[in-house]
């Protein structure tokens, strides 16, 4: 009897080991929050600015503007990325990568505004119809080693002038 007990014993405890590593795993903490701060646009020429809340440096980042279909980027440049030095390179499907090669790092952020930690400034042109469109960015932040960063990325949700005018009547 004590050896069936035992047995028991033993497998309730790895189900419960086995459920703790999963949930582990999915409660990962998250180092950087991410997105899209604006969208300002002036005819078809547009300005994406893209912002990082981190609590850890960041020595690296590679975003995808997603959908790839709406912008034609031409440049990245400015924001914290520029000031410490970061080279910064852009295609025109929307992908967006900053390193520096002198192993300068984005610092901690300072504070959770997020107009105080804008990376970047992306220009281009519009391609499509932006209205109530939903744009995210794929995103790959990674450490002085190389490690990568768990990031939360928040979803952009574009509202023209008008639409702005009208929620707030």
Do not use: W
Not at 62 to 90: H, R, V
Not at 130 to 150: M, S, V
């Amino acid at each position: 009897m004590n050896k069936i007990i035992f047995k028991s014993l033993l497998n309730l405890f790895i189900v419960i080991s086995l459920l703790g590593a999963v949930n582990n795993d999915i409660m990962e903490k998250i180092n950087a929050e991410v997105g899209i701060a604006s969208i300002n646009e002036k005819g078809d020429n547009i300005i994406i600015d893209i912002y990082s809340i981190n609590q850890v440096p960041i020595a690296g980042v590679q975003f995808e503007i997603e959908p790839n279909d709406l912008f034609k980027i031409d440049s990245i440049s400015g924001g914290i990325c520029s000031e410490i030095g970061f080279s910064l390179y852009s295609n025109e499907k929307g992908v967006l990568l900053g390193f520096s090669l002198q192993a300068n790092e984005i610092p901690k952020s300072a504070n959770h505004n997020i107009n105080d930690n804008i990376l970047f400034s992306a220009y281009g042109k519009k391609i499509k119809k932006l209205e109530n469109q939903r744009i995210t960015l794929k995103t790959t932040l990674a450490g002085k080693k190389g490690n990568k960063i768990n990031v939360k990325v928040n979803e952009y949700v574009y509202k023209t002038i008008e639409d702005n005018n009208l929620q707030s009547k």
